[in-house]
């Protein structure tokens, strides 16, 4: 008996761009189609598996690594885990990769192992474009080659530019990808039925583009060694006037090193779990869901960055416990 095949959509973007608001956005309105997630962080400690809105026992981190690198056999894995799970088998898959990942050998992943190639189908690769921040990342290689790899921009956060800017960054993104579909967004918010359902991506076509797309040993990827992750877990609640103080001078004093900030925040005498997040110098918070009452309270804190002095970071962030 032939298996029908799990349609597959790689929702990929630089640090910072939204790809989890937009992954939530699809969960949302995606319901009641069960779907399951494979989110993949660059850092130890993991942020945006708390900050998906799946099933729990729908959804599948890998932490530590990139999967376009070192865990590349864990992405084989995880999707693999997450079909053998006990239950009704997803209707679709969402893989959301690591701002800093390379799309190539994530799609050799797919199109080349058998295992995973005998149970689900790629049908759109998304990259999501930070429309405020976007023309300082086309100076970034993995930035370009997101979109390059694309069948599927989203060009997000346009609330923070103008509708002239806007149309600049399109034809820019055009020179980089003629063929991908590109839509517009605030917060990720897009039409969930232009993004599944929808068969965007065509080999052929991403082989006019790379030639030597299946060729594994043409993809072998190296990070900046500038750029670093630093994970941290607090286990007390934060003072959160001094936070607030600490995060705001830092993005003032480092703005342009902090590629990344988000965390997951226990507040002083607040319920909810603080939902942080910084791109640069633009800062943004939300409160979530309540703590459970047999839940460990620990904050969860990221930092990605290049050349940043990690201790004196760590020294900053510990400051602010209550």
């Known amino acids: 008996m032939r298996l029908n095949k799990i ?5 990929t973007g630089f640090l910072g761009a939204g790809k989890t608001t937009l992954v939530n956005h699809l969960l949302e309105h995606a319901r009641p189609a069960r779907v399951g997630i494979v989110v993949n962080e660059f850092g130890e400690v993991g942020i945006d598996g708390n900050l998906i809105v799946a099933d729990e026992d729908a959804l599948v981190e890998i932490n530590n690594g990139c999967v376009c690198c070192t865990v590349r056999k864990d992405l084989v894995k995880s999707v693999s885990e997450l ?6 088998p997803p209707a679709r898959l969402v893989v959301e990769t690591s701002g800093l990942a390379d799309p190539a050998p994530v799609l050799q992943t797919f199109l080349a192992d058998p295992d995973v190639r005998e149970r689900v189908e790629l049908e759109s690769v998304v990259a999501v474009v930070d429309a ?3 023309h300082e990342q086309l100076y970034d290689e993995i930035a370009r080659e997101q979109v390059v790899f694309a069948d599927h921009i989203i060009v997000n956060k346009t609330d923070l530019v103008s ?4 149309t600049s960054l399109i034809a820019r993104i055009r020179t980089l990808n003629p063929t991908a579909a590109i839509d517009i967004a605030r917060h990720g918010a897009v039409d969930v039925e232009a993004v599944f359902g929808i068969k965007h991506f065509s080999l052929d076509t991403l082989l006019r583009v790379e030639p030597d797309l299946l060729d594994e040993g043409a993809h072998e990827h190296e990070h900046d060694n500038s750029i670093a992750s630093c994970s941290f877990v607090i286990p007390g609640p934060l003072d959160a006037t001094r936070f607030n103080r600490w995060a705001n001078q830092l993005v003032q004093t480092h703005g342009q090193q902090l590629l990344r900030m988000k965390g997951v925040l226990n507040l002083h005498e607040e319920r909810r779990r ?3 997040h910084s791109v640069h ?3 943004d918070s939300s409160f979530g869901k309540a703590w459970a009452h047999d839940e460990a309270r620990d904050s969860k804190f990221v930092m990605i960055g290049r050349d940043l ?3 004196a970071m760590r020294e900053g962030l510990f400051g602010c416990v209550a």
Not at 7 to 11: A, R
């Open 7 to 11: 349609p597959t959509t790689v929702v």
């Open 274 to 276: 603080l939902h942080f």
């Open 281 to 283: 110098m633009l800062l």
């Open 83 to 88: 079909l053998a799970r006990a239950g009704e």
């Open 163 to 166: 509708a002239k800017e806007v």
């Open 132 to 134: 405020y921040h976007f």
């Open 309 to 311: 002095d990690m201790p």
